[in-house]
């Protein structure tokens, strides 16, 4: 294991334990709710498993290394400009430790020292009842500490695997929580308030708590002072040396430059990420500059000498995505010499474009199927509707073409005015893809129908779709620019499809097949004759079925492992596969 890996890892566990102790801890507050007897004997369990010797020194032990951790990644940053979230994890995690100073000597350490017997009643009439600010200082470092551990599971999880599916839950547990604590809590004050005001229970409850006397309390508030002042010496420490470290580095800059023009000057080690921050270059990641995403990759397009080689990380990160050769993480490489970079995805990139994309998204050839599809005579039909009637009835279409496409197992690439274009095949085989493409415009012609039932009395005439499908090699990847940017095919297969969609309308046809589509599919077509189509562009004819409806391709499909499929919609239409 590699030390930068040995120190997420370190950060990684003791964060979870700390949250553990944190969500266990809230959790007994809560059964303030139901009584004092209750939040009391909350406590002998919370109590017998934390002071558990082995896991009281793990605990001990986690509370010194996340802390280090945190200081030495304070250290060691080349710029404090961070995103929002990251400043504030970091805000929240540097205020814990004062906030809770008085908290801990006051309990653990005066119990360890005077023989103190913390339990609830006299904690809360400490804070509720005696020391009211206290009492809302403590409530702070609840919120600090909860919020803190709350960021920094999400920043773990959120590129997991099924996070989609638990993150409702997940967020309302983080609302639900510390709301619960709080008032579990002030229920709990509320009832020592009453109690107190009974004569004789107060010097009762001191004894019974073994409370130090003035001497012992004293000693308590100077090693209160003691620990606050350490630990602002501790910080000032760091920030001093940040500011030596980079006095001494000042003469060996270097200089970051971006394919935009943007350049900025850094010291040599400062990660390429890190220079963007700096800099003010927007530039997408996801994970927060941690290396778990790939959010924040680069084209390397001069200076490569100057770059340290891939860890291991990085490299199994980089061809888990299939990343092109020059490609690096910005937040992982550390140039020692000038470099010029161009960011491969927009700033805004989402958890989405982090990690799992199939090689395609980044520029590859590969044999797909190509559907195009359009509504006939739609603009002499929204000539006489208003605007509001016309967007209606495009967004029920779209729907309905949309829903048959997913159905089919394939990804519609875009919607062109009233037309729509879809993909088969980026996973799959190209004998799959053709299958899934006639499945889709059958279900297409289904759906239509449906819609012409449904508008029956609004239309004229009932609305007619064309449908071209062609098979073949294809550029696919994500093109485009900023927010506009998305997954796509371009090439000649592309063009044929458009051209037999747009020859539907010579034939009088619902759906042209090209020959080779058929084909691949294992469609039994020899009923029909196919016709040679010239293609405007294309100095080769395509041969191509017309079908006048696609609901009838049933039945005509070939092959020893020839199987049924289920029912398309209400059986009006069954597509079956070889």
Request: proline share 5%; with cysteine; glycine share 8%.
């Amino acid at each position: 294991m590699t030390p930068q890996r040995l120190i997420g890892t370190t950060r990684l566990v003791t964060g979870l334990i700390l949250f553990a102790y944190v969500l266990s801890h809230d959790l007994n507050h809560a059964l303030g709710l139901v009584s004092l007897a209750a939040l009391e004997t909350g406590r002998h369990v919370f109590v017998a498993f934390w002071q558990f010797p082995p896991i009281r020194y793990a605990f001990y032990l986690s509370i010194l290394l996340h802390m280090l951790v945190a200081l030495r990644a304070l250290f060691l940053r080349r710029s404090l400009r961070m995103p929002p979230g990251d400043f504030l994890q970091l805000t929240l995690g540097l205020a814990l430790p004062p906030l809770l100073a008085l908290h801990v000597i006051g309990t653990a350490v005066a119990g360890l020292t005077f023989g103190v017997n913390p339990d609830y009643k006299y904690v809360v009439w400490s804070i509720w009842v005696a020391h009211p600010s206290y009492g809302l200082l403590q409530s702070t470092a609840l919120l600090v500490a909860w919020s803190h551990g709350c960021i920094g599971l999400r920043s773990w999880l959120h590129l997991k695997d099924g996070y989609a599916r638990w993150r409702d839950m997940l967020y309302a547990t983080a609302l639900i929580v510390p709301i619960l604590s709080l008032l579990g809590f002030v229920t709990a004050g509320r009832a020592v308030a009453d109690l107190a005001a009974s004569p004789g229970w107060v010097g009762d409850m001191l004894a019974a708590a073994k409370v130090p006397d003035a001497a012992g309390i004293a000693r308590l508030y100077l090693w209160l002072d003691a620990t606050l002042i350490g630990y602002t010496a501790a910080l000032a420490a760091v920030f001093i040396a940040r500011l030596l470290r980079i006095w001494l580095r000042r003469r060996r800059a270097i200089e970051i430059r971006y394919a935009d023009g943007h350049a900025v000057t850094v010291q040599p080690g400062t990660t390429i990420l890190e220079a963007s921050r700096i800099g003010g270059v927007p530039h997408a990641a996801v994970c927060g500059g941690r290396g778990r995403c790939s959010t924040c990759r680069i084209k390397i397009i001069s200076g490569a000498e100057h770059l340290p080689s891939a860890n291991d990380d990085e490299s199994k990160l980089l061809a888990r995505i299939g990343a092109a050769p020059g490609t690096r993480l910005a937040c992982q490489t550390r140039p020692m010499g000038s470099v010029t970079v161009a960011p491969l995805l927009p700033p805004m990139a989402a958890p989405r474009a982090a990690l799992g994309h199939s090689v395609q998204h980044h520029g590859q050839e590969r044999e797909i199927a190509v559907l195009f599809a359009d509504l006939r005579d739609f603009t002499r039909f929204a000539e006489h509707r208003l605007p509001y009637d016309v967007v209606f009835l495009l967004n029920r279409y779209f729907r309905a073409m949309g829903e048959a496409v997913n159905a089919s197992g394939g990804r519609v690439d875009k919607f062109i005015g009233d037309g729509v274009m879809a993909l088969f095949g980026l996973t799959g085989t190209p004998r799959e893809a053709c299958r899934q493409a006639i499945d889709a415009a059958a279900r297409m012609s289904i759906n239509l129908g449906q819609l012409n039932l449904l508008f029956a009395q609004d239309l004229k005439q009932p609305l007619r779709i064309g449908i071209g499908i062609h098979v073949g090699t294809v550029i696919v990847g994500e093109m485009g620019f900023a927010g506009a940017q998305a997954l796509t095919a371009i090439g000649d297969t592309v063009n044929t499809a458009s051209r037999l969609e747009n020859a539907t309308k010579e034939f009088d046809c619902q759906l042209l097949l090209s020959s080779e589509v058929a084909a691949l599919a294992g469609l039994r077509l020899d009923d029909l004759t196919p016709h040679d189509i010239p293609l405007r562009g294309r100095s080769e004819n395509v041969m191509a079925y017309a079908i006048d409806d696609a609901r009838t391709l049933t039945d005509k499909t070939q092959g020893p492992d020839k199987t049924q499929r289920p029912d398309i919609a209400s059986g009006q239409a069954r597509v079956k596969m070889s």
